[in-house]
Each structure stands twice: as structure tokens, then as C-alpha cells.
């Protein structure tokens, strides 16, 4: 149980396009997901925390212009990535939980963006 | 200013032997602290966590020390093995009422298991 899943694992696009990428709770409803990135041999970075049919928090410092994140239902929410540049290469990463007050957080596997 | 501190930042253990992580906080608020274990190109996966009112937690080879008084807590991996080579991370959150909290991360450790 538990299982988080992103979509699309990875994805190559070019400077200022624009990306989205799927989170979904399969086999759990989520309250509340997040958004972080993650660099190479780094900790997470949290970059927004969303709660379904909620508008998105954003940390200071993440353009939420920029990374736009919507939580349509309990088992989805999606970030876009508008107008890439190369500096947004990274790994994101989702987590999903909150239902009835559970603490456990569940990651997804990652999408690794790559913009050329 | 980094919320939870994690050390060492990495750790070399033979094969058998005992992998200890420890992680410090400062914020008393905080009320449940998980481990997370992550390998190369995928999302962390939720291993063990804890919460202040016990002082230890147990799940196969993995266990948590908390020492509330202290502030610190640790994760203690028994009888090492090489696919434990992992980036561990050491977590803390503190309730939001009905919201969940979000997760303050350590900086990782890279745990290296050697046959």
C-alpha cells in the first residue's frame, strides 16, 4: 500500500516551453501533497505544499508564477513548469499523505526535467 | 538556518556490522521524525519513524534512539548489508491541526556497505 506514482519519469524539453508533471495517490486518498527539488548528492528542497481544492503555498523564494501546481482531487495533483530554462533542470519529487490525520508521507519516484 | 542537522555526511560500514546516523533539532515543537532511505534516481521511501513519547523503535534491522531531553535521535541499521548502500535522510515535523506538516529534511548520509 502506499504507492505514489509521477509521471513522466523523465522528459526533455526545450528553453521556453512549458512542462507538466503528474502525481498520483493510487492506492490512498492525500490531503495534502508536496513539491520539492532535489540536486545532485543534495537534500529535498521544498517548493510548495498543496492542499486539495486549495489554492498552493509556496516557499519564499519559488516563483509560483513559474511553477504552477494544482490539486484537483485526492489522488492528483500536477506542477507545470512554465517557460522552462536550462536552470530548472532538476529532479522533482512529490509526496502524498494527510488522510485522517496520518503523519507518514509518501514519495513518488521522481521526474528528472531536463531542459536544453 | 537548518531546521535538523544530520551527521556524519557519510558513513563506510563492513558487511555484518552496525551503520548509526544521528540527527539533532531545536524546535520542541516537532512531534514525529521519520527516515527516509534513497537510492540513485528514485524518490525516498519511508523506513522507520518515531514519535517523542517513546524513547526507541524497532522494525527488523532498523532502529530509532530518541532522546527527548536531548534533542537528538538516530537511526541504528543491524547487520549491514551492501544493498543498505543508500543516501539515508532524518526528518522532522510538528502537527498543523487537520493539516499535515510539512517534512524539515537533514542534509542525508551516504552509507556505503562493504562486502
Known amino acids: 500500500g502506499a504507492v505514489v506514482s509521477q509521471h513522466p519519469s523523465w522528459v526533455i524539453c526545450k528553453s521556453g516551453t512549458s512542462v507538466k508533471i503528474e502525481c498520483r495517490s493510487l492506492?490512498?486518498?492525500?490531503?495534502?501533497m508536496f513539491w520539492y527539488r532535489q540536486f545532485p548528492k543534495q537534500s529535498l528542497m521544498l517548493m510548495a505544499t498543496s492542499n486539495e481544492g486549495s489554492k498552493a503555498t509556496y516557499e519564499q523564494g519559488v516563483e509560483k508564477d513559474k511553477f504552477l501546481i494544482n490539486h484537483a482531487s485526492l489522488t492528483l495533483s500536477t506542477l507545470t513548469v512554465t517557460s522552462a530554462h536550462p536552470e530548472d533542470s532538476s529532479f522533482y519529487i512529490c509526496?502524498?499523505?494527510?488522510?485522517?490525520?496520518?503523519?507518514?508521507?509518501?514519495f513518488g519516484p521522481g521526474t528528472r526535467l531536463t531542459v536544453t | 538556518q537548518q531546521q535538523v542537522k544530520q551527521s556524519p555526511q557519510s558513513l563506510i560500514v563492513q558487511k555484518g556490522g552496525i551503520s548509526i546516523i544521528n540527527c539533532a533539532y531545536e524546535?520542541?515543537?516537532?512531534?514525529?521524525f521519520p527516515w527516509y532511505q534513497q537510492f540513485p534516481g528514485k524518490g525516498p521511501a519511508l523506513l522507520i519513524a518515531i514519535r517523542p513519547d517513546v524513547s526507541e523503535k524497532k522494525e527488523g534491522r532498523f532502529t530509532i534512539s530518541f532522546n527527548k531531553s536531548a534533542k537528538q535521535f538516530s537511526l541504528h541499521i543491524m547487520d549491514s548489508q551492501p544493498g543498505d548502500s543508500a543516501t539515508y535522510f532524518c526528518a522532522a515535523s510538528r502537527a498543523r491541526g487537520s493539516t499535515l506538516g510539512r517534512l524539515y529534511f537533514g542534509r542525508g548520509t551516504q552509507l556505503t556497505v562493504w562486502p
Open positions: 509526496s502524498a499523505g494527510g488522510l485522517a490525520g496520518a503523519r507518514e508521507q509518501y
Open positions: 492506492d490512498f486518498q492525500a490531503t495534502t
Open positions: 524546535n520542541t515543537a516537532f512531534d514525529y
